[in-house]
């Protein structure tokens, strides 16, 4: 291939990528328009037997991501939430500490983000559940889990907890 054809691939590709970019919308933009920007910050909750779980959604590469990252005692969890523009949805990849990966598509309905998550068991058993995040107040928000059986939620959660938002630490100058 001559350095001149080289040149036009290039730039071809150059042009279709900038044109994919240019028409894609960002996930920061559905999740304005889906009024969910209260879920983004850090939450924290103790269960009743004193197991302390911290939940964080921050923003990443341009709002085109959100990290995730779920701190349970000596388990911990870090995903990426990103708006896949094909399939026109938001999904989820998320690591475990013990090396175990989900999946989640993400929705909202009525003012709550739904994950739906296919779980995994220590005997390798998968079910189906749907994480129901909800805004409780400014500083509290409420998680809920609900099963899934033949495809449709469980109208009754099977784990509920109310998570409080955690203070920004002022920077020491």
């Known amino acids: ?11 071809a590709l150059l042009v279709g990528f900038g044109s994919v970019a240019v028409a894609q919308e960002t996930l920061k933009e559905v999740v304005e328009q889906e009024g969910l920007g209260w879920l983004m910050g850090q939450w924290k909750t103790t269960t009743d037997e004193g197991q302390e779980i911290v939940l964080t959604y921050r923003w990443a590469v341009n709002g085109h991501a959100i990290i995730s990252l779920l701190k349970m005692g000596e388990r911990s969890s870090q995903g990426l939430i990103y708006f896949d523009a094909e399939a026109q949805e ?14 989640s598509t993400w929705a909202s309905e009525y ?5 739906t998550t296919r779980m995994t068991n220590e005997n390798g058993e998968s ?3 749907v994480i129901v995040y909800s805004k409780v107040s400014r500083t509290t928000i409420n998680v809920a889990v609900h099963g899934v059986e ?21 920077k020491a100058k």
């Open 127 to 129: 079910r189906d559940v």
């Open 150 to 170: 033949y495809g449709v939620m469980s109208d009754n959660a099977a784990f509920e907890i109310d998570f409080n938002k955690v203070k920004r630490q002022k």
């Open 111 to 115: 003012g709550k983000a739904k994950a």
């Open 90 to 103: 938001v999904k989820q990849f998320a690591i475990d500490s013990q090396g175990k990966a989900t999946k």
């Open 1 to 11: 291939m001559t350095r001149g054809t080289k040149s036009l691939v290039v730039l």
